[in-house]
């Protein structure tokens, strides 16, 4: 569990898409929303900051909605069909992991909370980070947990 980490992130302007449904529509609906996103990532001109696809996401036992987000500049209006949203600054438990071993990188940071005493933020949204290369087949993602202080 050596690529499991504490970080301080700071707030993030985020500009996409999402998706609302069962979890049994999950991750093909994840990964349907991510690439109907990309195809539309030209949309938002010079205002991206980074490549980096950004996930985030809540849900509870029975629902998720799930997001396909970059990184921009504060837009004073957005592409039709996409919402901006800013996410505060959070502390996260985070793991390095594949898309190809998403599970289990969910494993080892639970896994990795736990044996730290962490306890995660439940009104705060994880966030799954895609760092895209199109030209491999097995990409980094970081899945970023929020943790919450000990007092709350």
């Not at 707030?11 to 996409?16: D, I, K, R």
């Not at 996409?82 to 940071?109: C, F, S």
């Not at 909370?113 to 933020?121: R, S, Y």
Request: hydrophobic share 40%.
């Amino acid at each position: 569990m050596d690529n499991c980490m504490l970080v301080k992130k700071p707030s993030l302007n985020l500009v996409g898409i999402s998706y609302s449904g069962p979890y049994s529509t999950f991750p093909d609906e994840a990964i349907r929303l991510q690439n109907d996103f990309m195809a539309r990532k030209h949309e938002l001109n010079d205002n991206v900051k980074s490549a980096v696809l950004f996930s985030p996401y809540f849900g509870n036992e029975v629902f998720a909605t799930y997001w396909a987000a970059l990184e921009t500049h504060h837009m004073s209006s957005v592409p039709s069909g996409m919402v901006q949203l800013t996410i505060p600054e959070h502390e996260y438990a985070v793991v390095t992991t594949t898309n190809k071993r998403i599970g289990e990188g969910y494993e080892q940071i639970s896994a990795w909370m736990n044996e730290k005493g962490l306890k995660k933020h439940d009104y705060a949204l994880a966030i799954e980070v895609f760092f895209v290369d199109a030209h491999l087949d097995e990409e980094t993602v970081e899945l970023w947990i929020p943790v919450r202080d000990a007092e709350e």
